[in-house]
């Protein structure tokens, strides 16, 4: 955006440039290790120094270079992808001869390297120190926590300290065979002070030829995958079939499709992977989506968790379950909940009646009809004496008391009073609340800064709520003016800059500026999630995309 930015100083007045990037959904790679480490996922750190592996051969047969690899200049995507990020200190082939203008993240740059350093091989050395810290520590999660850098693994006193680094001792005790040939590599680079390692893209597993985004294709009543541009590269032989999430998705043979959430009923479940390759079989009774690496299953009606090579790590013993949230998950034996972590250990003893997912640290429990909080030590930090309550989010609960609806801190301390008929958890800083059957929203303060005059309202979501005026819905903002008028029969909260409305029986999306970029022409529709969205249309059910393609043949 050409002299986007003003500035205006002591120093002078000038006008700069700006340029517009993509928003990333995900992690840094930093914080998607440690939270991989805190829960001993090996599997999940095996896959990423895989899959960092592909990148960084990838990256060695360009003409560029990144010029900053790190920890939080990678970022890890739900998909599990990785993506790039901070391209300051690039290096194309038009700046040959110039000199850097920066030198990098220590601990990841060659000692030896200065700013006339600066080629297609500045990246060399940072895949090397990245792709050795990611094999140790999926062989040891616990190196981790012998660190003494905030970096992945090894600090800058490590690679000019070689012979009395503790952290390089533990790796050579390892005896691991993938981090032995990185660690022979690195002791070369650094003797040979050359930035430049010939050798290392043999050691580095070339990325497989796959297609990143596809989507599910209805044809002929059977499901397969197809490319944004309809073109089949998984066949049509599946019963039901959702989107890709976390690289594998979930295939159904057998199974009805119906009306409801899910979506299927009967059948048996497996999971494929982009390139079409069954890789769990379609053995189990129900499966769920991959979440922070594992998947539910269940078995002869009951409950466990399998990993993406299809290994039950946690057998099929639960009488019910729920996804890992924050390193644990749910669990219910005889009648019981309790949770567990992802060696299937029992961390908290199934001994609550009712128990929610971990949210913000904290989880919500019953007991003898009361309502309170554990950690993840099992503590009950806010005691069972609430009527109901809610998981946390954004630092606060909901809880019921006396029949009326309030709100808790993390210490338990009472900061909005049970004063409502009703209330919602907060969302973007506001919570939906009910007086005198009428809906407004408060802040974390208690203050109504929506007042309660509409008939009926949604959570706010991506900065706009559904609200209900005189039978018809449109959308405020987090001020209360309405940006959409209340014209529909029916609206659903925002999701991907989408929301899906109801006119005239029928259902379609509209964007932020009130606009029907998918016509209402549905029998019904589901949220947009990764860019797509589930429909219905004359008993037929497939997905479109957010410009209304639609994935299916009659």
Known sequence: LPEEFYVDSTAGSKSYDVVLMPWIEGQTLGDYVAQACSCKDTTALQQLAQRFGQLGAWLLEQEFAHGDLKHDNIMVRPDGSLLLIDYDGMFVPALQGRQALELGGQGYQHPARTAQHFNRHLDDFSILIISLSLHALAAAPELYYEKTTDNLLLAQTDLQNLQTSAILNRLFVLNHPEVNRLMMLLFQSLAAQSLHIPQLPALLPKAEITYSKLIPYLKGGLYGFCTPDKKIVVPCVYDGAKPFREGLARVNTGG?????????????????????????????????????GLAMVRKNEKYGFINKNGQEVVPCVYDDAGSFSEGLARVKKNWNWGFINKNGQEVVPCVYDVAGDFREGLAMVQKNEKYGFINKNGQEV??????????????????????????????????????????????????????????????????????????????????????????????????????????????????????????????????KNGQEVVPCVYDDVWSFSQGLARVEKNGKYFYINREGVEYYED
């Open 256 to 292: 009805i499709y119906y009306y409801g959430y899910d979506g299927f009923i009967g059948g048996k479940w497996g999971f494929i992977n982009t390139a079409g390759q069954e890789v769990v079989p379609c053995v189990y009774d129900g499966a769920y989506d991959f979440s922070e």
């Open 382 to 511: 806010v005691p069972c004496v609430y009527d109901d309550a809610e998981s946390f989010s954004e630092g606060l609960a909901r809880v019921k008391k006396n029949k009326k609806y309030g709100f808790i801190n993390k210490n338990g301390q009472e900061v909005v009073p049970c004063v409502y008929d009703w209330a919602s958890s907060f969302s973007e800083g506001l919570a939906r609340v009910q007086k005198n059957e009428k809906y407004g929203f408060i802040n974390k303060n208690g203050q109504e800064v929506v007042p309660c005059v509409y008939d009926g309202a949604y959570d706010f979501s991506e900065g706009l709520a559904g609200v209900q005026k005189n039978w018809k819905w449109g959308f405020i903002n987090t001020a209360g003016q309405e940006v959409v008028p209340c014209v529909y029969d029916d609206v659903w909260s925002f999701s991907k800059g989408l929301a899906s409305v109801k006119k005239n029986k029928k259902y379609g999306f509209i964007n």
